[in-house]
């Protein structure tokens, strides 16, 4: 039976300095004014995606963002690779030495230690950075355009970048087919993405994604769409990918239980902001922040004298709009342990938002935004 | 019809025509369930699980049809009755169904209340204002506040819409509900408020609930009993403390070892390498061997029965012959 190595068994990695520091991002969508709101010239509202996080990913390391829909861990996926516009925010990015010429040639200056602010950057100057920033979706059926051959689909990249010689991307494509396990080769690359199973659809958006080379993939569900008994197979692709070319990868999953398999780090979002942060074990092991408790006690799993008791979710109430986030800590209308902890708190969570700090007991490395467990007098 | 069994499923055979050959989706599925009892069927995609719900409905989709077998509820066989005789007799009263993915299952256009009053008076004969009643305390037992009668689905949430469904399956007091991937849409938090729901329901109602998902942790959160479909066909079935504990079919083995744990060591996670079977033309003998790590030439040439391997537990695997 194949298997894929789990990070510990793996040992310690060689990880690098950062490859990305994100700092401050925010990605804030306008709501459509009323008449009435235009005429009492009320000010303008948002739905605020992502409000404000920070966080680093180191060269060759595989970072997690997890939290359950709508707490931005997409739209922050997706703002780093300029997808969408961040509203606010610096996302410092180190791109391959190589391309540091090519890059200065278009008039994009380097700071003094090689990084770039990739939300600085005019969009019709971006694209030689499209080369080091990648993404596979989560949806194989929809990222995969219907009306290419496998093929075209390989090699429009290389075409659009200006690499290689018609017969070398030739090669490089075979080549990629071969790393995904797509073999024999020839046998794929005539056919067309519904000729193809979703595992081996989701294989051709990883080979789509490396064939660059890029320093940075960020991986958005990549198996949350495909059968449990294939997802393993899946994963253990991009990771060997990852220690190949040292790539790194932002994997973004709401299932914690696949973040303890493949991740290093960990941080878990809710409602736009960074809640809890640090190595990924730790984190599920020993969560601190009552939302990390309510979603690993949510998390079912494979054992059925679970049947016999109802599973007890630490949490209240339902996620609120982005648009109307709750003053103070966001998270304190849902908290359980704010009502225990009542009279100590009453005059922080709901006023105050706490900032992402290391908390009073735990690793070194853990940070965590809440009352509670961050020092305050 | 024998003592307890609620429902019946004989040999069933339900297969689709299509202009490329014959698929057959379930080929030969045999299982009872008993009152209040709650089985969980799993499998990968295009196992059968689903047009094994929807032949139990009378819904499967043309060019699907049933083709052999039996399925007896009350003494009826639901494969020999017309269209219109399922829907006065079964459907809603004896057997409900909860959709995969409550979100569309909803009208836009109709209030909550509306689509629930439907059902109450179309299928229930129930007049308007004792539907109203019945509305609130239906919404009530799926702990909804009764003023979501009132709402329109796009003004609830995932996990309130779903409740609502399940109210809507729980209208006309089935003994069966056949919910099929219930969860799978929702949030992780949300998806546990549900589950509990279901198991508050099952136990107060004494409901038989069809749970029908490719998630094993689910079943294992509400299922007494387990059937493992791979093919088209049972590869594994039994009561889950066996199913979960000792896993008979190398399948079973296989999709345990493939589900990320929360808690314990992290050990390898392994895959089960290939396909699923392409069913117009599946493989001979053990439809699972060109998968299996455990295959051997007989495995190839003839298709093992479901072999007894423990009470209540049955595994088709020729590596189970004379166990049990």
Known sequence: ?377 | MLSGKLLEVEDLKTYFYTLRGIVRAVDGVSFSLRKGEILGIAGESGSGKSTLAWSILGLVPPPGRIVGGSIMIDGMDLTKMGEAELRKRVRWKKVSMVFQGAMNVLTPVYTVGRQIEEVLTIHGRMSRSDARARIYELLESVGLHRSIADRYPHELSGGQKQRVVIAMALSLEPDIVIADEPTTALDVVVQAQILNLLKKLAWEKNLSIILITHDLSVIAELAETVMIMYGGKIAEYGPSDRVFSQPKHPYTQALLRAIPRLRGPIDRLAYIPGTPPDLRNPPTGCRFHPRCPKAFDRCAREEPPLFRVGENHLSACWLNEGEG
């Open chain 1, 1 to 377: 039976m194949a298997s894929v190595a789990s990070r510990a068994a793996l040992g310690a990695e060689v990880l690098g300095g950062d490859v990305l520091r994100v700092e401050d991002l925010r990605v804030w969508f306008p709501l459509r004014r009323t008449i009435t709101e235009l005429v009492t010239l009320r000010p303008q509202r948002y739905v605020k995606a992502v409000d404000g996080i920070t966080f680093n990913v180191k060269r060759g390391e595989v970072f997690c963002l997890v939290g359950e829909s709508g707490c931005g861990k997409t739209t922050t996926g997706k703002a780093i690779l300029r997808l969408v516009e961040p509203t606010g925010g610096t996302a410092l990015f180190k791109p391959k030495s190589e391309l540091v010429e090519e890059l200065e040639r278009k008039g994009i200056s380097l700071e003094g230690d090689g990084f770039v602010d990739l939300f600085r950057i005019p969009r019709r100057k971006f694209k030689p950075l499209r080369r080091e920033l990648q993404i596979v979706y989560q949806d194989p059926y929809g990222s995969l355009n219907p009306r290419f051959t496998i093929r075209r689909i390989l090699e429009d990249p290389l075409i659009i970048h200006g690499i290689g010689s018609r017969q070398e991307r030739e090669e490089m494509v075979a080549k990629m087919l071969e790393s995904v396990k797509l073999t024999p080769a020839s046998d794929f690359m005539d056919r067309y993405p519904h000729q193809l199973s979703g595992g081996q659809r989701q294989r051709v958006a990883i080979a789509r994604a490396f064939i660059l080379n890029p320093s940075l993939v960020v991986a958005d569900e990549p198996v949350s769409m495909l059968d449990v008994s294939i997802r393993a197979e899946i994963l253990e692709l991009l990771l060997s990918f990852k220690e190949r070319t040292g790539t790194s990868l932002i994997f973004i999953t709401h299932d914690l239980a696949v973040a303890r398999y493949i991740c290093d780090r960990i941080a878990v979002m809710y409602l736009g902001k960074i809640v809890e942060l640090g190595d990924a074990r730790a984190i599920i092991e020993r969560p601190i922040h009552p939302y990390t408790k309510a979603l690993v006690a949510a998390i079912p799993e494979p054992d059925p004298t679970n049947r016999t008791r109802l599973r007890e979710v630490p949490i209240k109430g339902e996620v609120p709009s982005a648009a109307a986030i709750p003053s103070g800590c966001r998270f304190h209308p849902r908290c359980v342990e704010f009502d225990q902890d009542h009279n100590r708190l009453k005059d922080m969570c709901p006023v105050k938002e706490p900032p992402l700090e290391q908390p009073m007991e735990g690793e070194p490395d853990r940070r965590v935004a809440c009352w509670r467990y961050i020092p305050w007098s």
